[in-house]
């Protein structure tokens, strides 16, 4: 589904449920639900009578159709909604996630009389999938389910709408985020780039009590189906319990830290050079609107600030990107044509039929960028207000990477069109874009020439690093407000210093000026209203140089692993392809060990592919504290 807000599975990647295929079934609190009466009674029933194998496959058949029918049904409202925000389809979605809201409900009770029944193993997985399936619960209650889908739907559509500085009441005038983002990767006027920063964020306080209210409603429906809360649910989705991911998402962390201190302590030095040890403390944290971006996540933008060596070869592919004259257009059709070199299938003619590349300039679009199946059978489409440049580029192959995952398992049941888990279904799209090297770009006509010398090698790695090696920090924190948050360690009367102790203590950045509780900054970054669960993007950093290093040695790269490119590696297509056939189909282990060899997720290739600029930053950094 498109939206997290609703339904977990399938179509857009963004808002798909967390796949939980965790077995040990945790009763909740709540034992008079809908759900677990039903539950019960068809225990009380089982006593008699226990369900054949062939009744749980074919109930399993039954169920694929019949959320194949509602999760369409939805997922066009979502279409409708997400590229013309108006009252009414905000309405149609609303009523479309209340019906597969209790569709899904529905059958996750009937689900629970084929406890203890072993069937065949395709079967079982959907039924473990099927629990798992959304990553908004829903109540059993109907007039909560009610508020909950209108209330998920309003918060989508006022990120979506979200404006300030209006000159008329009409709203025509108004900056809105696209401004914001521009001024961001643009200005080094301190005060200018506060004033963008400041304005953005005066969408989001409104959102908070509808947020509270959010939170209360997800998690009794989480509760009805036998979590402890919403941030459970979400953390069941891993083939592992709840507690495991969690040791597991820290053990990765603690892999990457060092690197990202470095580079944090670098990235502070050269910003104080810009902009003064008054607005940059040596020893302190970056003011959050000087890095590039309007969320701080990813800082490629300040790479001006911190090029290494100045006089190499331009590495400037927006430039590059202007300089031939590239639209929208061929920038999709040029990202296309790395995924057809691998000898993947061409994308359908829908695609560029249906698709959205463009911000509209007559009605209000969700402008960040998602991929589509629409109707889980190859109905591929993104929506993105694509501009011209290298940071839209890499997020086009990233989109891209999303709808190849949909095409290569649209045939199979419902429940295993989803990533091995979410992780990989963001990293896809990631992992080719390493292959966009300076020499394929070149090819290409995008930039001018390409230089072996390791001066331009250092640029390179810094302008990547700014955007993997920085990421990681936010990518990780994001879940762990929201874990906090749904689970009640974090109070609504704290959400704000809660999320800014999280930013401060793990990405070592901070508010350039006083935040208090009137403000809503959580709902200022999209995953947050739009319910789409975070941990998936850090997973994402850390197996896309997996996935790459895998492809390259398939490829019979040799040589350091940032200098590979798997662009026209049939060889290397043909095992990506096997991956994402798969599907959610089996455990994630299995389809990892598919690509790469191993069952554990390792940040092993990730370290080895920023062997030079770790040494770079090592140089660069001695004398300095680092660390705030
Ligand atoms: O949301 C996205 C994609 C759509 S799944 C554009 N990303 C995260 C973000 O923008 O915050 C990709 C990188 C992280
Ligand atoms: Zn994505």
């Not at 053990?251 to 302590?265: A, S």
């Not at 007559?362 to 991929?371: E, G, K, M, P, T």
């Not at 690093?465 to 920090?473: R, S």
């Not at 929201?482 to 508010?511: C, D, H, M, T």
Request: charged content about 25%.
């Amino acid at each position: 589904m498109v939206r997290s807000s609703t339904l977990g599975i399938g179509l857009v990647a963004l808002s798909l449920a967390a796949p939980l295929y965790a077995c040990q079934a945790k009763s909740g609190p709540a034992a008079e639900t809908g759900a677990k009466a039903e539950g019960d009674a068809a225990k009380a029933e089982g006593a008699e009578a226990k369900p054949s194998a062939e009744e749980a496959k074919a109930y399993v058949a039954e169920v694929d159709a019949k959320l194949r029918e509602v999760w369409t049904a939805e997922s066009k409202a979502q279409w409708a909604h997400a590229t013309d925000i108006t009252d009414e389809h905000e309405k149609a979605v609303a009523e479309a996630s209340v019906a597969s809201m209790t569709y899904l409900n529905g059958a996750i009770a009937g689900a629970t009389k084929f406890a203890g029944v072993e069937a065949d193993a395709d079967t079982m997985r959907q039924l473990q999938l099927l629990r798992i399936a959304s990553s908004l619960p829903a109540p059993a209650d109907e007039q909560k389910r009610k508020e909950l889908a209108e209330v998920a739907t309003k918060l989508d559509s006022m990120y979506g709408t979200g404006k300030w500085d209006c000159e008329d009441e009409a709203k025509q005038d108004c900056k809105d985020m696209g401004d914001a983002v521009e001024v961001l990767a643009t200005s080094d006027d301190y005060d200018e780039l506060l004033r963008a920063w400041e304005g953005w964020r005066t969408i989001s306080p409104a959102m908070r009590p509808k947020y509270q209210r959010f939170v209360e409603l997800s998690n009794e429906g989480a509760r009805d189906i036998g979590f402890a809360d919403t941030g459970e649910l979400w953390r069941s989705g891993y083939d592992m319990s709840a507690a495991e991911f969690e040791a597991e998402m820290e053990r990765l962390w603690q892999q990457v830290k060092p690197l990202y201190t470095q580079l944090h302590c670098h990235v502070r030095a050269k910003l104080a050079e810009t902009y003064g040890a008054d607005k940059v403390p040596a020893d302190g944290m970056i003011p959050a609107h000087l890095l590039g971006n309007l969320w701080a996540q990813e800082w490629p933008n300040v790479y001006r600030h911190m090029e290494p060596h100045p006089g190499q070869p331009s590495i400037d592919v927006t430039e590059g990107l202007k300089k031939a004259k590239f639209d929208e257009l061929e920038m999709v059709k040029t990202a296309e044509g790395f995924f057809t070199s691998l000898g993947l299938d061409p994308l359908p003619e829908t695609f560029w039929e249906r698709s959205l590349f463009l911000q509209p300039p007559d009605r209000d679009v969700q402008c960040h960028a998602s991929a589509w199946d629409v109707d889980f059978n190859n109905d591929l489409r993104i929506k993105m207000c694509i501009k011209v440049g290298m940071e839209d580029f890499v997020t086009i192959h990233h989109e891209l990477g999303h709808n190849y995952y949909y095409h290569y398992y649209y045939d199979k049941p419902v429940l295993f069109q989803q990533g091995a888990h979410d992780g990989f279904h963001e990293g896809i799209g990631d992992t080719l874009a390493l292959s966009v090297t300076p020499k394929y770009l070149v090819d290409m006509g995008l930039l001018d020439e390409v230089s072996e010398d390791p001066k331009a090698v250092i640029n390179k790695q810094m302008a990547d690093g700014l955007e993997k090696i920085a990421f990681l920090p936010f990518g990780l924190l994001i879940d762990r407000w929201r874990w906090g948050v749904f689970s009640g360690e974090i109070e609504p009367a704290e959400y704000n210093a809660a999320w800014w102790k999280l930013r401060n203590e793990y990405q070592g950045v901070a508010a350039p000026v006083e935040r208090t509780e009137d403000h809503f900054d959580p709902g200022a970054k999209y995953h947050i209203p739009a319910n789409t669960p975070y941990s998936r993007y850090f997973l994402a950093r850390i197996l896309q140089f997996q996935f790459h290093k895998a492809l390259c040695a398939a490829a019979g790269h040799e040589g350091p692993l940032h200098t590979c490119s798997i662009y026209g590696s049939k060889e290397a297509g043909e095992k990506l392809q096997a991956m994402l056939a798969m599907g959610s189909s089996k455990p994630w282990p299995d389809a990892l060990e598919a690509v790469a060899g191993t069952r554990q997720m390792d940040a092993g290739a990730l370290l080895e592919y920023f062997e030079p600029l770790q040494s770079y930053l090592e140089e660069q950094n001695a004398g300095r504290t680092c660390g705030w």
